[in-house]
């Protein structure tokens, strides 16, 4: 089940948060040989009340042929690039192995170089590459901001989660320690009552 789609601005990439349950998997077309692809991904919270293990989740990466490029095990967060030596559909097929639902964060940005497809004047291909270079710098920085606010929303969870679990250790000591104070109260009582009652014979 899709939560959230959140399409970046410049072409050549994209993010999305969703909520993994025991499997999914997202396709990217890159449409050219020889692209460098960028994947960071965030396993934001657990949907799961006091429940903050250190279980990740795993992602296999396919290319085209459905040959595997790289796998990550038991991950809460990464970042990873390759080489894409064939152009085509390649899939990113994310695994939870715990039972309850992860909310992740997966971003894919494509770098590409312009120049030997359009450029076609010598005075011109310097000028397309540093614009190519500029977009993709700027591109890079988006990508680090949209990874970093991943991390901060995954510890802002974690946070609100051991708060909650603090609170609720202290409200169940409280209650034990008022238990138990009750239960000496009437221990005593008790024995003083046996006592009374023996003096009394």
């Not at 609100?160 to 609170?167: L, N, S, T, Y």
């Not at 609720?168 to 109260?185: C, H, P």
Request: glycine content about 6%; some cysteine; proline content about 2%.
């Amino acid at each position: 089940m899709i939560l959230m789609v959140v399409v970046l601005s410049m072409q050549g990439g994209f993010g999305i948060r969703f909520v993994l349950d025991k499997e999914e998997c997202v396709s990217y077309n890159v449409e050219y040989e020889g692209e460098t692809v960028h994947i960071s991904f965030v396993a934001i919270k657990v949907d799961a009340a006091w429940h903050y293990g250190d279980d990740g989740i795993d992602l296999t990466i396919k290319g085209p042929s459905g040959n595997p490029i790289h796998e990550f095990r038991d991950k809460k967060s990464e970042q990873y690039e390759f080489l894409a030596h064939r152009k085509g559909v390649y899939r990113f097929c994310f695994k939870n192995k715990s039972p309850y639902h992860e909310t992740v964060d997966f971003d894919v940005h494509v770098t590409h170089y312009y120049s030997n497809q359009h450029a076609k004047d010598e005075h011109f291909r310097p000028l397309f590459e540093q614009i190519s270079k500029l977009e993709d710098a700027l591109y890079n920085i988006q990508f680090e901001q949209h990874w970093l606010q991943a991390q901060s929303d995954r510890q802002t969870f974690v946070n609100e989660g051991m708060r909650w679990g603090a609170i609720q250790k202290a409200i169940l000591e409280a209650v034990a320690l008022i238990g138990s104070s009750v239960l000496q109260v009437y221990l005593l009582r008790r024995i003083f009552e046996r006592k009374h009652g023996i003096s009394r014979v």
